[in-house]
């Protein structure tokens, strides 16, 4: 079983400040996907990444797939209550990015106060 | 309204008392998949389907057992459960196809005492 560990694993910050949560392996994946999770729903998919050092915008969401392809990172700028979430990354292996093959990260709990 | 249902959302049970918890997509997808979720272990992936009568194991199958006979279903089924299959259940779905986005449920939260 591959492993995808995420960091860190709690964040509590202040509205307005930035951040960055991290998922790293040893393994090489041929996609990557980021997940948020809302207390007492399922997680919900953001981006998707394929190719090494890609970067995605999503509003004030900023993703970006190592060159290697074994990590990834999500930035927020200027965080927002709405934020609040629980942030999963998943990876899949094999030639094609099948759901079959994702695996997921351990999770970043984000929590963003006024 | 595209979604993936799954009930019970709570349940409470004792050891060794068999339970199914159902699992019903409305989006045609092919792809079917049951994980559960334990606190600094993310999601862990029990079972599989890739279609009807297609199933396979994932990361943590012991204790479980699935069915596929219609394409929209995906019950989980705990045949004696035990303590240690407490835990925050999701079923998802997606047309199995690169990259494809998966759809969850809402959970079961499952307590097993």
């Known amino acids: 079983t591959q492993l995808l560990e995420q960091s860190p694993q709690f964040l509590s910050i202040q509205e307005g400040e930035n951040l960055t949560v991290y998922c790293n392996s040893s393994?090489?994946?041929?996609?990557l996907q980021w997940y948020r999770q809302e207390p007492g729903e399922g997680p919900v998919l953001l981006v998707t990444?394929?190719?090494?050092?890609e970067v995605k915008k999503l509003k004030r969401l900023t993703f970006q797939f190592g060159d290697a392809r074994k990590d990834s990172s999500l930035h927020i700028t200027a965080a927002q209550p709405g934020d609040t979430g629980l942030y999963l990354c998943a990876g899949a292996v094999g030639d094609t990015g099948t759901a079959s093959k994702l695996t997921f990260g351990t999770g970043t709990r984000l929590q963003v106060t006024l | 309204e595209a979604q993936v249902t799954q009930n019970p959302r709570y349940l409470i049970t004792v050891t060794g008392k068999k339970l199914t918890v159902t699992c019903s997509q409305n989006m045609n997808h092919e792809y079917m998949s049951w994980y559960r979720q334990d606190p600094g272990l993310g999601l862990r992936q029990i079972y599989y389907s890739m279609n009807v009568e297609v199933t396979d194991k994932g990361d943590v199958p012991e204790g479980y057992k699935v069915s596929r006979k219609e394409k929209r279903n995906f019950p989980l089924i705990l045949e004696s459960p035990s303590p240690n299959q407490t835990s925050l259940y999701f079923c998802a779905s997606s047309w199995g196809l690169d990259n494809s986005p998966l759809h969850f449920g809402n959970g079961t939260r499952l307590t097993v005492t």
């Open positions: 990444v394929v190719t090494g050092g």
């Open positions: 393994s090489v994946f041929s996609s």
